[in-house]
């Protein structure tokens, strides 16, 4: 499921235990072969990421463009953080600002402390045309001036005005904001605010955020290239059913209450498209039907981090709108083209599919290009992701612009003047690693596509705006990144901007993962994976393995095939003597349509016999592993697998840890269960296309040690899916464990560290059958 961070105030813990006496086998109660000790626990918190991160120097993996030949970038080592400005024609690095000034103003602007060595991990900057900085830190905006003593102010503070959260115009004069399901304007200057639109009322607003699962204040909205207009729309969920929560505290608990819609609801929440003039505030609604709240990409109608509205996109002039329109289940798709002036409508084509359409990895990948009556479409009928050319007066293909095996995961720019696509793509080259994201170049007219970045590592990019160079990032695994500037027409290397040293790292004790391959449970495709091994590792000694899981379809069990010091705890664990693995089995994404669609209608799946087949491949390897104490664990969809792993595949998996998982998805939000499941059918026995992936069906099958863990404030997946489980385990009479973490949402935020610890607990005493030390602390997480 979606991995959201939720903040939250904590009133404590509660743990409750329904200890098990039928698990003795794997609990060792009766004789512990060993007692960890603190110094055990403190070993191997020594490897979590908040201590070996740190010891990385010049790890530098973002760029930020200010123009097009100057970006700056975020350096580290042994003396801190440096915030660095790199002029691209010279390739010359220098400080960008004076850091202890900065960090003295922001100190005296901001309620956060702010250290000059150890800049905030949310700190960015821009700098205005006057030499002021326009600075973000977490997600607080100041403007500073570091001339003479240095002063920061709180933008917010400069107007007395409300505090909603608005999308800037493009020209920087106006925000788009919303108050009480209208679109208001704040004029930046002055804080002058307009009211925009007049007829919202309650749950049928103008550009409210509101998916179920991910609700906020923000506006999703587009601006017209001349800030003249807004494309947004008007959301209709008041038939749409709520989702409630109760907070944990004294005296009455506060109720939360909010539209959630769920898969097979009958009304779900619609929108009606409309395009706005801002002069006028004259409202031109889209001649067509409302739409379903859909993207063609993800789960809501925003996507990316950085919110907008993904499947929108102007035309240079403002005077039409291109969007594309997703069915509810997701597999049909319609590229439409709006008149701004007077909301008609028109189907330029369509694309329809089997199982689910998706526009890309990690981006929309369609571009609108009307100055040469085109657009970019992007589509994996051949199994593979490729772009197409199609002629927008008769909506029929050109030709295709990339083809072959291997998708096109993000297209980063496209230039209309010289026909020129650049895009990210895996699984193009052939002999390198599947997962490792390279660059590429392609003309709109097709031909051989120019690879840009030809080492064999996954790579990071960042384009200048004019498209004349990149900052390039690459890594694998097991090699620390470079970061080189590149140019852009045919990749070579303008100068290096640093290379991680791992030095610190590695005087430390910290050992690289092992990356590894297994085959699938088709006995012929590579699935791809890492191990983490104890930095002490004997080969003569016997381990337990923990596989570490999410299911997918969105993603994968591995977080990332580049370097990093630490994966979630995969090495901490490690060090308490496990082994620890991530494999990425059929169902995810990344590789061929056909991989991806493995599971599909059949979520109950979960890529467990990929997990067990490649845990036992593992186990005929290495015989240090021990298959008879294995053991499994996952946050969010990998809790709902986890659990899955124990009901399914009782005899193999001995003890589970599940968090905050999706359990039953007739229990989760609409878009991501019918899109995954398809639509709910409901037969004339009573029985469901969706009985597959119903945990509660298969509790009864419990056999080995299972925590089921769950944030009682949890708006992303709604803790009644943990206790659908809890209440088939006890109608079935099974011993099982479970932590309830008071006021947490999908993210356990200040009780993460404690959640930790008892996980690190429960593998420790049943899996390892050893005796952890009693109530370590583990330090608090720093961007808790």
Same mark, same amino acid.
Do not use: C
């Given at each position: 499921m979606h991995s959201m961070i939720g903040k939250s105030r904590l009133f404590g813990v509660v743990v409750l235990g329904l200890l098990s006496a039928g698990v003795a086998a794997q609990d060792k109660t009766a004789a512990q072969d060993k007692m960890l000790s603190a110094h055990d626990y403190a070993q191997a918190e020594r490897f979590m990421g908040y201590n070996v991160t740190p010891l990385v120097d010049h790890d530098v993996r973002r760029a930020k463009w200010l123009d097009d030949s100057h970006f700056w970038y975020r350096d580290h080592d042994v003396a801190g953080?440096?915030?660095m400005l790199m002029d691209a024609a010279t390739g010359h690095a220098a400080p960008a600002f004076d850091q202890v000034k900065l960090a003295a103003a922001l100190n005296k602007a901001s309620d956060k402390p702010v250290d000059a060595k150890k800049l905030p991990p949310l700190l960015d900057y821009s700098v205005k045309p006057d030499g002021r900085y326009d600075v973000d830190l977490e997600g607080k905006h100041y403007l500073c001036d570091l001339k003479g003593a240095g002063t920061c102010v709180d933008v917010a503070k400069l107007v007395k005005t409300g505090t909603e959260p608005g999308v800037l115009s493009p020209d920087k004069q106006t925000a788009a904001f919303i108050r009480d399901w209208n679109l208001w304007l704040r004029d930046v200057a002055s804080g002058k605010e307009t009211q925009l639109t007049t007829d919202g009322v309650a749950n049928f607003g103008?550009?409210?955020?509101?998916?179920?699962?991910k609700h906020s204040d923000n506006a999703i909205l587009e601006w017209s290239p001349d800030s003249r207009r807004i494309a947004t729309f008007q959301q209709d969920q008041r038939k749409t059913g709520d989702m409630y929560l109760v907070s944990t505290g004294i005296g009455h608990p506060k109720l939360e209450a909010w539209k959630y819609p769920m898969a097979g609801d009958k009304d779900v929440t619609m929108i009606e498209r409309v395009i706005i003039d801002v002069p006028t505030h004259k409202i031109v609604r889209l001649q067509m039907p409302p739409d379903q709240h859909r993207s063609s990409l993800c789960d809501d109608v925003s996507c990316g981090p950085d919110g907008g509205w993904d499947d929108v996109k102007w035309a240079p002039d403002g005077k039409t709108l291109a969007f594309v329109s997703t069915s509810r289940d997701h597999k049909h798709e319609w590229f439409r083209i709006a008149d701004a002036g007077t909301g008609a409508v028109r189907t330029v084509f369509e694309e329809s599919v089997p199982t689910d359409y998706e526009s890309g990895n990690d981006a929309v990948n369609w571009r609108y290009l009307p100055e040469s009556h085109e657009a970019i479409w992007f589509s994996e009928r051949t199994n593979w992701g490729n772009l197409y050319l199609y002629d927008l007066g008769t909506g029929k293909p050109r030709q295709a612009i990339t083809s072959g095996d291997g998708n096109v995961t993000q297209v980063l720019k496209v230039d209309p003047k010289t026909r020129t696509v650049w895009f990210r793509g895996v699984g193009r080259t052939p002999g390198i690693h599947p997962y490792y994201q390279q660059f590429w170049k392609v003309s709109l007219d097709g031909g051989e596509p120019t690879l840009l970045t030809p080492e064999a590592a996954d790579h990071s990019v960042t384009l200048s705006p004019d498209g004349k160079y990149f900052v390039d990032a690459y890594s694998t695994s097991?090699?620390?990144?470079?970061?080189?500037?590149r140019d852009a027409n045919d990749g070579h290397i303008v100068t290096t901007v640093a290379k991680a040293d791992i030095s610190r790292l590695t005087a430390a004790g910290w050992v690289p993962p092992v990356p590894f391959t297994v085959k699938a449970r088709d006995g012929k495709t590579d699935l791809y994976g890492i191990m983490y091994k104890p930095s002490n590792f004997d080969a003569h000694k016997k381990y337990p393995i923990v596989d570490y899981i999410y299911p997918g379809p969105q993603t994968g069990s591995v977080r990332g095939y580049n370097f990093m010091a630490a994966s979630g705890?995969?090495?901490? %664990?490690?060090?308490?003597?496990?082994? =620890?693995?991530?494999?990425?089995?059929?169902?995810?994404?990344?590789r061929s349509k056909a991989f991806h669609d493995t599971y599909f209608a059949d979520m109950g799946d979960n890529t467990l016999p990929d997990q067990v087949g490649g845990i036992k491949e593992l186990g005929q390897r290495y015989p240090w592993i021990d298959l008879d104490r294995v053991g499994i664990w996952g946050h969010s969809g990998g809790g709902n697998a986890t659990a899955d792993a124990l009901f399914r595949y009782p005899t193999f998996f001995k003890v589970g840890w599940a968090e905050s998982g999706n359990h039953e998805n007739r229990n989760y939000e609409d878009d991501w269960a019918e899109k995954w499941q398809g639509l709910l059918v409901t037969n004339k026995d009573g029985t469901t296309n969706y009985d597959n992936q119903a945990n509660e069906n298969e509790a009864?099958? %419990?056999?080995?040690?299972?925590?089921? =863990?769950?944030?009682?404030m949890d708006d992303n997946v709604p803790p009644t899916n943990t206790l659908l489980i809890v209440d088939a385990l006890i109608k079935a009479n099974k011993d099982f464990d479970l932590l309830m973490i008071p006021n947490a949402h999908h993210g356990y935020a200040a009780a993460t560290p404690y959640t930790t610890r008892r996980r690190w607990d429960y593998f420790v005493q049943y899996l390892a059958g050893e005796t952890p030390p009693k109530e370590y602390a583990l330090k608090p997480w720093p961007w808790m």
């Open positions: 953080d440096h915030v103008y550009a409210t955020d509101n998916a179920g699962w097991t090699t620390p990144t470079v970061t080189v500037l705890d995969n090495q901490s %664990l490690a060090e308490l003597g496990f082994i =620890v693995v991530a494999i990425d089995g059929m169902g995810t994404p990344w009864k099958n %419990l056999k080995g040690r299972l925590m089921l =863990v769950h944030g009682t």
